[in-house]
């Protein structure tokens, strides 16, 4: 078994109306030092050691956890355990 | 400015519905080896140099970005740029 990590990201220029909407409120909340705020996704897979388990996560990705038009990912598998 | 990685995940025992649909998607799919799904949300912030620059994220965790009740979040600053 073993623990991957996925990043889902919105790619640069996609507009992130949730972030714009938590930097608004941490503005009202006295936090004027944010600058930006981007949300994401982060998603934790418990999967069964195999063949190219990278690829497969990536294949995974591009199917269904990501929006490939206009979501990058980025995958990170942990030692085994 | 500095780039501040927060992840926030579901505390451990905590249900995640989202998750589960995502591995029963998975599953049929043909992507059997996954066991289990956690789903988290990932955010990235660009904040000005200042005092405690952490703790003051760690505020923004437990006022607004986080459900401390049912969600754990953790803070990694990236190198000043």
Known sequence: MRKVRVYITLKQGVLDPEGKAIQTSLHSLDYPEVEDVRVGKYIELQVKEGADLKGRVAQMCE???????????????????
Chains 1, 2 share one sequence.
Not at 68 to 79: C, F, K, T, W
Request: glycine fraction near 6%; avoid cysteine; proline fraction near 5%.
């Open 63 to 81: 199917q269904l956890l990501a929006n490939p038009v206009i979501e990058d990912y980025q995958i990170e598998l942990e030692g085994a355990r």
